[in-house]
């Protein structure tokens, strides 16, 4: 794909949504970590339902390490993996408190050595909280970047370093939410609806749908 028809992407995706954002509720950057950790594997409807509840009772380190393990497994017993996750939450509290004076640090490398948050969530956190241009290559960008055409990459990784250098700059800020937005209602796994796709004149799939 040529760098003129990667503009003509995000112009539309830009004029059709200016301002795009995550789906997960969140209040705070450590509200925003929170719902990300749990947001693996899992839909950000079922994640905002049990933070409804979760974040009105604990929604910093101290009130989440308070509530303790069982008393968070049983706002997030709904969400998969919840043993998992309560664990490494209870955990990343731990730390925030003693390392971070409470406060969800902007630096990758140090977001990344807490319990439960990769790459990925790193990203989000950059990005989302913080206003980093990063790039969070989950299920629906890297399935995106290939199907297009946008950023071909065999690795999550690999796309988002190519999603980074070929991507104006001007759009990296909201181009991940844009991305994901594309591919979880439009650009589906199974049966890309082309029919209703903004960019389909510009995308590269060879097996286009009518829907």
Not at 72 to 90: D, E, P, Q, S, V
Request: hydrophobic letters at 35%.
């Amino acid at each position: 794909m040529n760098r003129d028809k990667r503009r003509e992407i995000f112009e539309r995706f830009r004029a059709a949504n200016p301002h795009p954002t995550t789906e997960l509720h969140y209040g705070s950057p450590f509200e925003l970590l929170i719902a990300v950790m749990l947001s693996a594997q899992a839909t950000d409807r079922s994640v905002n339902k049990a933070t409804e509840k979760l974040f009105k009772i604990a929604n910093t380190p101290q009130a989440m390490l308070e509530l303790g393990e069982d008393g968070l497994r049983h706002y997030i017993k709904t969400i998969g993996l919840f043993n998992t996750k309560a664990r490494n939450i209870i955990k990343t509290c731990r730390i925030l408190i003693e390392q971070y004076g409470g406060e969800v640090p902007r630096d990758r490398k140090a977001l990344e050595s807490l319990p439960g948050v990769g790459r990925k969530t790193a990203n989000v956190v950059l990005n989302t909280a913080f206003g980093e241009p990063t790039m969070a290559v989950d299920t629906h960008i890297f399935r995106v970047a290939n199907r297009t055409g946008l950023a071909p990459g065999k690795t999550p990784l690999a796309v988002e370093k190519k999603l980074l250098k070929v991507i104006p700059r001007e759009f990296l800020q909201d181009a991940h939410h844009w991305l994901i937005l594309h591919g979880r209602y439009t650009c589906t796994a199974r049966k890309p609806r082309c029919g209703a796709c903004l960019i389909e004149d510009l995308c590269e799939y060879r097996h286009k749908t009518s829907d």
